[in-house]
């Protein structure tokens, strides 16, 4: 995939209004439909690669219905056919992140540690059963960010939860939209941020109580139902 810079993405990128500052920050600055036609500025060959991205939102990995092993069959297909390093990049965070509330979710319901594996030897999945006792799975080091996720979840607070997760996100495709300019890598990452912008100011804050479950099962899968 190149990075190097064209005419048409310097007329898309600069087409494109500032997101917000933080995903919280505001509403997304331009509707789905009006970013579907400035998308059209795309060359062929890349457009392909941004269709990709939207199908993956629209039968993401991550989706309620799916049990650890659909998820993981999923991966590793959309794996074979991305020619992309961020859409890649895309897929892997975002299953890992779904595999680790799912593995999460299991041992606050009293389960025995998850059977998967991500890949062959998966490191993850080695480090989750052998510290299924262990806060977190010991694995503060490399996902600081679940310790926030399972202090909100412990205390009920499912937005709070949810939030942590979104700003996960958030953070770490900020820095990546950092390092491109007039490039695809500048768009993915664009669609990306525009993404969680608009997941998360489509949910109702009043709303909040009356969600509880559903933003459960949209964050854990298969194990948000009662045992």
Same mark, same amino acid.
Do not use: C
């Given at each position: ?7 048409? *993405? *310097? @007329?898309?990128?600069?087409?494109? #209004? ?5 995903? %919280? =920050?505001?509403? /997304? ?23 990709? /991205? ?16 659909? /998820?993981?069959? &999923?991966?590793?297909? $959309? @794996?074979? !056919? ?7 990049? $895309?897929?892997?965070?975002? !299953? ?17 540690? #998850? ?6 030897? %998966?490191? $993850?999945?080695?480090?989750? &059963? ?15 960010? $679940? ?8 205390? =009920?607070? @499912? ?21 491109y300019t007039f490039t695809l890598e500048a768009v993915i990452a664009y669609l990306v941020r525009w993404e969680i912008? %608009? &997941?998360?100011?489509?949910? +109702?804050?009043?709303? =909040?109580?009356?969600?509880?479950? +559903? ?13």
């Amino acid at each position: 995939m190149s990075v190097t810079p064209s005419r048409s *993405y *310097y @007329m898309l990128v600069a087409s494109l #209004p500032a997101l917000p500052v933080r995903f %919280d =920050g505001g509403r /997304v600055p331009i509707s789905r439909a009006t970013l579907r036609e400035r998308l059209e500025l795309l060359e062929p060959e890349d457009a392909e690669v941004t269709a990709q /991205v939207a199908q993956y939102f629209s039968r993401s990995p991550e989706s309620l219905d799916k049990t650890d092993e659909q /998820v993981i069959a &999923r991966y590793h297909e $959309l @794996m074979r !056919t991305s020619r992309s390093d961020l859409v890649r990049h $895309l897929i892997e965070t975002r !299953t890992v992140s779904r595999l680790l509330l799912s593995a999460f979710r299991r041992h606050r319901a009293g389960l025995a540690p #998850p059977t998967w594996e991500l890949r062959p030897a %998966d490191p $993850l999945a080695e480090q989750i &059963r052998k510290h299924w006792s262990t806060p977190n799975f010991g694995l503060r080091g490399s996902y600081r960010w $679940l310790e926030d996720f399972a202090k909100h979840y412990d205390a =009920g607070d @499912m937005v709070g939860a949810q939030r942590v997760i979104f700003e996960e996100r958030w953070n770490d495709w900020t820095k990546i939209a950092q390092r491109y300019t007039f490039t695809l890598e500048a768009v993915i990452a664009y669609l990306v941020r525009w993404e969680i912008v %608009d &997941r998360w100011t489509s949910q +109702n804050a009043e709303a =909040g109580k009356a969600r509880f479950h +559903n933003l459960v099962e949209e964050t854990l899968g298969e194990y948000a139902k009662p045992v």
